[in-house]
């Protein structure tokens, strides 16, 4: 490699991006790293091995080989091999400092050592490597900014009362419908409002404290970059940043990467599961006649998409029409 290109190369900032494992989350994780790689960093993807290989089986492989400086790293996720198609639950999760510290080691002609790492909102276990090698951290939240407040308050409805549930006839009886007027940028909010992790009756439950340990853990990164904008939550971006470090917001991602125009990028999947074709076989072969089959799917503006809905109709042919609503923003 020429001088001049070396040079290029490890003038590029490096950014290590670890999603929560788990597929509303992937999705934003993988468009924020497709923006900053258009915008000149070399990004470094983590995946467990166990979401890695539901990748590998759900999209082209040859898709995450040959993009220049954009790779996929994996850690391990202390998860026996399984081709169950099933969410990880977080806690076996094993830090990545390893990692981090291959990274580096082995930064060359090639790569530029890290810049940064960018870790999903319930992450925090990578604050603690990145902190203790000396590398910024940034938060990027998926959800959205009222999500993230609301759960920063968890602390406040255990002090006062409002958690735990007395029993599960809190559910039904009208108590989620008190109001909460004390936190600061969600004016005249309902109990139900809140992130629903809230709903349990045992004082020890494990993903209430989970969550407010995370969140707790947020005010120690370097930045926080959140999936909204300021016109959607105003009020509630200026509360955070009473609470937070500096708060930065990019949305929506689903079409900042929609104008990038970069045929390599474009090949790269981020389902977890893999396509059926086959439920379009009743609306593609002659043999069954004029039925058609009518197949409405919605995508959010994270590219996610719901169960798809397939209505039989009685057509003149044999195409398969295929209908997806074009995501809003939020």
């Not at 604050?127 to 910024?136: K, R, S, V, Y």
């Not at 609301?150 to 989620?176: C, E, Q, R, V």
């Not at 707790?216 to 009020?235: H, P």
Request: one cysteine or more; proline letters at 7%.
């Amino acid at each position: 490699m020429g001088s001049i290109r070396k040079h290029e190369v490890l003038d590029k900032p490096h950014a290590v991006c670890i999603p929560f494992p788990v597929q509303g989350h992937v999705n934003p994780m993988l468009r924020l790293a497709i923006i900053l790689h258009h915008k000149v960093f070399h990004i470094t993807f983590v995946n467990t091995e166990y979401n890695h290989r539901r990748l590998l089986k759900s999209c082209d492989p040859h898709s995450f080989k040959g993009l220049p400086f954009f790779r996929f790293e994996t850690i391990s996720d202390g998860l026996p091999p399984c081709d169950a198609d099933a969410t990880q639950d977080i806690p076996y999760l094993c830090p990545f400092k390893e990692l981090l510290v291959k990274l580096n080691h082995t930064s060359s002609s090639d790569v530029s050592p890290i810049s940064c790492i960018i870790f999903g909102g319930s992450m925090s276990f990578t604050l603690t490597a990145a902190q203790d090698l000396g590398i910024p951290q940034v938060v990027f939240w998926a959800p959205s900014a009222c999500g993230l407040l609301g759960i920063m308050h968890y602390h406040d409805l255990a002090k006062n009362g409002y958690f735990p549930f007395k029993d599960a006839s809190d559910l039904t009886n009208g108590y989620l419908e008190t109001t909460l007027d004390w936190i600061l940028g969600m004016k005249g909010i309902y109990l139900r409002d809140l992130p629903s992790f809230m709903r349990s009756t045992n004082p020890d439950d494990f993903l209430f404290k989970y969550l407010i340990q995370e969140t707790d853990r947020c005010k120690f990164a370097s930045a926080i970059v959140i999936n909204t904008f300021d016109l959607l939550e105003k009020e509630v971006l200026e509360s955070l940043q009473a609470l937070l470090p500096p708060i930065y917001m990019i949305d929506p991602l689903y079409f900042l990467v929609k104008h990038i125009e970069d045929k390599n990028l474009e090949l790269l999947g981020s389902n977890l599961w893999k396509e059926d074709l086959k439920c379009l076989d009743n609306g593609i072969n002659p043999q069954h006649g004029n039925k058609t089959q009518n197949i409405r799917q919605t995508e959010d503006q994270n590219g996610n998409k719901s169960r798809p809905t397939i209505i039989p109709q009685e057509r003149d042919d044999t195409r398969c029409i295929l209908h997806q609503k074009q995501p809003t923003t939020r």
